[in-house]
Each structure stands twice: as C-alpha cells, then as structure tokens.
C-alpha cells in the first residue's frame, strides 16, 4: 500500500512513548458518537416499523415491548452500531467521534487490527457499559490506560499530537 494512502494502518506503537487516552476525552468521543448511531437506530426503527405496518399491522400501533420483534430490533442496533463502530477503527482507528479529540485505536503490538479483535472489542465495551461502565473507569487505574476492552482485545487508544504541518 501507498505510505500516503488515507487509510493506512497507523505506525507501530508497540514500546512507544505515546500516551495512552484519557478517559474523559474517551467519553466526549462516546457522547459525539452518539449522533450517528442515533442516526442508524431511527432509520432501523423505521424500517422495522414499516415492515411491521406492511405485514397487516395498524399503522398507529406500536411493537410490543418484549416481544421476540422488539428483541430482534435491539439486537439490529447493537449489531449496526458495532458495524459502524469495527469498519471506523478498521479504516483508520478513529470513528466520527475519535476525530475531533485526536483519538485513535491500534493494536498493541503495531500488528494491523483484526476483525475478530474489533468485534471482542465492541463486545466487551458493551459489557462494561452494562456493568455501569467499570470497564471504562478502569482505565484511571490502570498504568497503561488501558480498558477492558482494550486488553481484551490486544488494542489501545492513543492520543495523537496535533498536526504541526
């Protein structure tokens, strides 16, 4: 591949002197990240709601809370976000949100990220999220900034010095 190449895998950052993210600019990623997932789950719900209106349903009627409908359309948007969320750090290591923050996701050892690692990466963050966000605050403690899903991954986030150019 080019070397100039806009979606070049980062340099290596094993036994690099980059800084490990902080977390409360991880969050402001996760809060602008918010918006285009938003973006993804309305269009899903639409979809979802003109199949269940097509499929004889009144068109003022709303999907069952718990149904088997309603379970499938959560795991839709768990699965779209996670899809946004792998083919962004695929791409670049940066989603919409990383970028303004200068945030990027590599592999810890400068290998170039691999699907499986980005899926147990997107998994293990939800499961922190769920767990109040432990995972996340760990990283306050943790001596290389690393969360949870960063170790289980074998992935870290950096932060990026500002383009001097």
């Keep these: 591949m080019h070397a100039n190449a806009p979606h070049d895998t ?3 950052v094993a036994g690099s002197t980059r800084a490990g993210a902080h ?3 991880r969050l402001l990623a996760m809060l602008y990240d918010l918006l285009p997932v938003l973006s993804l789950w309305f269009l899903l719900g639409f979809l979802f709601t003109l199949g269940y209106t097509l499929a004889g349903h009144a068109p003022r009627e709303n999907i069952a809370p ?26 670049g290591g940066q989603t919409l949100g990383l970028r303004p923050w200068r945030l990027r996701v590599v592999s ?10 980005l ?5 293990v963050a939800t499961l922190s999220l769920a767990a109040g966000g432990l995972g996340f605050w760990w990283a306050w403690i ?13 992935t870290r986030m950096i932060h990026e010095p500002k383009n001097r150019s």
């Design 10 to 12: 980062p340099e290596p």
């Design 23 to 25: 977390v409360g600019k």
């Design 66 to 91: 718990w149904s088997p409908l309603q379970w499938l359309l959560w795991l839709c948007c768990w699965l779209v976000t996670g899809a946004y969320a792998t083919v962004s750090w695929r791409r």
């Design 108 to 117: 810890a050892d400068g290998a170039a990220l691999a699907w499986p690692a």
């Design 119 to 123: 899926w147990r990466r997107y998994a």
């Design 142 to 154: 943790d001596r290389d900034r690393l969360t949870w899903h960063d170790r289980a991954a074998g």
